[in-house]
């Protein structure tokens, strides 16, 4: 997507705006293997300590491989022994030396320096032939990651600079929590697209975000100014003086389109209440949705506590994050979605990642395949409930069985832990509806569940067959598409007259160019970040349900989601412009 004909300053890369707002800062890359791995400049005093630092790990590592070597598990059957010695001789090659000269003579941090130069060996052995000189750059990387891992040593040994642009091939959503820590300017990524969740979590923490810079690594040079304009979709290379004006409106513009303290009001024009709730995992985020107008969380991605490498949370340690949140939310509800978390995630392994992660044993298939991992966490969600008013959410559910086998195995570990003596509460259960089935089946699944979380990220994604993830599918991934809007009405209608409510989720909810579709869909609950409250709360309390529901049936006409786009476009623009916030109504939505 990046143009990359124009001179290299004052050249415009354009890719995807993930979260809005626009930074400006010197390029920092960062690559990750389990935890983000940053560039970062020592100064000279510094480089002896760094140099250091770097002995320090090698040591710790040879003290481990030692260890391993010795371990009950190196027997004759699965001698690793021979691993270990091989891994101990590369600690004692040049790889070592020649790490600390480029600690020394380019004065950059150690883990830096030691991936330069796998990634060196690494771009030698991909191209011999022989595989048994290919394997060896494995062993090479390996020894690499351990080295990491010990100079981390459990504390995160670099700092971004303030006012940093990170640049990253991808990000996970725990980098992104970790590197928002350090209030960089913005992100810049290869790949994602606007309902992945590194992007989500970036515009929950108001951080500029453009995805789809393809190359950015060749493009883009440490330490270049660059600014990233979420809301356009672009990264500015801002090195010509020149260019200073464009980029302090670019920059004044960008930021006046935020969020300001005062609650909203929840009820459109005609007197028709919206229920605006929360995702949130955390009682702070709570609190402050609260202050904003929203009433509950509507969403509580219970995966945010799985760890790294797939570290499930303990049945007490999640009860603590549930109770917390239970307490936060009082009399409104709090709706625990069981995780929603595919092979790869619980073992941390990239090999275990199945050919189609998201056709895969993930969500509800995973926890009713492994029903320990689903009764450690009901345990602790029906103790929590105890505290409060909390519901559970099951994800991705495709038949009425999964519902069904789910319910019976909450009713079973409820029973245990009441003949335990331990206090059990009776949550509501609802089920996500983001796959077709569930769609075209509602009508059988709001019999057996007491609400629907309509699940729009993943509604697009399975509906349309586009990846949600994979930037050069963008185009295809159209919220607007006449099968999705007619997906949400016949969920929300079955929804209705099966006597249950719906709560409509997912990035579309939260973006104020959707929701007058959604309140002319029927929709009367949503559950959205808080970055999105305040407007979509302008927006439910100055328009009116009648008008949104005309204007609704006017889109059956459109057959295609840019008709519909600019269809909504000149109503917005005819009758609704000052509701929006600067920007939106112009920007594409499809
Ligand atoms: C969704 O799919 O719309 C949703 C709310 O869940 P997630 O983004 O976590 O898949
Ligand atoms: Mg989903």
Not at 181 to 195: C, M, R
Request: with cysteine.
């Amino acid at each position: 997507m990046a143009d990359t004909n124009a001179e290299k300053f004052g050249r415009r890369l354009v890719g995807l705006g993930v979260s809005r707002g626009v930074g400006r800062g010197r390029v920092v890359f960062l690559r990750q293997g389990n935890r983000p791995l940053i560039r970062s400049v020592v100064p000279e005093s510094g480089v002896q300590d760094e140099i250091l630092r770097f002995r320090t790990a090698v040591e710790a590592a040879k003290l481990q491989l030692r260890d391993l070597s010795k371990s009950p598990a190196n027997n004759e059957e699965h001698p690793v022994s021979d691993i270990f010695g091989v891994h101990l001789l590369i600690l004692e090659s040049s790889l070592i030396e020649k790490t600390e000269s480029a600690i020394r003579e380019k004065r950059i941090n150690a883990e830096w320096a030691l991936r330069d130069l796998v990634a060196e060996y690494s771009d030698r052995q991909a191209s011999l032939a022989d595989e048994h000189f290919r394997d060896k750059y494995l062993d090479i990387e390996d020894v690499a990651n351990r080295l990491t891992r010990a100079m981390r040593g459990g504390t995160s040994s670099v700092d971004l600079e303030p006012h940093s642009v990170v640049v990253a091939r991808e990000l996970r959503p725990s980098a992104v929590i970790e590197l928002a820590k350090h209030h960089p300017a913005g992100v810049i990524t290869e790949t994602g697209g606007w309902t992945s969740h590194m992007s989500i979590i970036a515009r929950e923490f108001h951080l500029p975000m453009v995805t789809g810079i393809k190359n950015a690594e060749k493009l883009l040079s440490s330490g270049d100014l660059v600014v990233v304009d979420g809301n356009a979709g672009e990264v500015l290379l801002d090195q010509d003086p020149t260019k200073g004006k464009a980029v302090g409106r670019i920059l004044a513009r960008g930021n006046s389109a935020g969020e300001n303290e005062s609650p909203p009001h929840l009820f459109t024009t005609d007197g028709v209440e919206v229920i605006i709730r929360a995702n949130a995992e955390d009682p702070l985020v709570y609190d402050r949705a609260k202050e904003l107008g929203a009433r509950g969380i509507g969403l509580f991605r219970s995966e945010s506590l799985v760890g790294e490498n797939g570290i499930l949370p303990s049945e007490d340690e999640q009860f603590d994050a549930y109770i917390a949140v239970a307490k936060a939310v009082g009399g409104d509800a709090v709706a625990i979605r069981t995780f929603d978390i595919s092979a790869v995630h619980l073992s941390g392994n990239i090999d275990d990642c199945e050919a189609n992660p998201a056709l895969g044993l993930r969500a509800i298939r995973a926890g009713l395949t492994d029903p320990e991992m689903l009764r450690t966490q009901l345990r602790a969600i029906l103790r929590a409930s105890t505290a409060g008013k909390v519901d559970i959410i099951l994800p991705m559910i495709s038949n009425v069985e999964e519902i069904i086998q789910a319910r019976i195995l909450i009713g079973t570990v409820r029973e245990e832990l009441l003949d335990q003596g331990v206090r059990a509460g009776d949550p509501r259960v609802g089920i996500m509806v983001e796959v077709p089935s569930a769609v075209i089946a509602a009508a059988q699944m709001v019999r057996h569940a007491d609400f629907i979380c309509l699940g729009t990220n993943d509604l697009v994604q399975y509906l349309l067959a586009v990846d949600r993830d994979n930037d050069a599918v963008a185009n295809w991934y159209q919220t607007l598409h006449p099968a999705v809007l007619l997906s949400i009405k016949s969920v929300i209608d079955s929804a209705m007259d099966g006597g249950i409510p719906t709560t409509v989720c997912g990035e579309m909810a939260g973006s104020p160019f959707y929701v007058p579709v959604l309140v002319g869909l029927g929709a009367r609950e949503i559950s959205i970040h808080n970055n999105s409250i305040k407007s979509v709360a302008n927006l439910i309390t100055g328009i009116s349900s009648a008008d949104a529901n005309a204007l609704v049936k006017t889109l059956s006409n459109c057959e295609t989601a840019r008709e519909t786009e600019a269809r909504l476009r000149e109503y917005y623009l005819a009758n609704w412009k000052d509701l929006f916030p600067p920007g939106i109504i112009n920007s594409r939505h499809r």
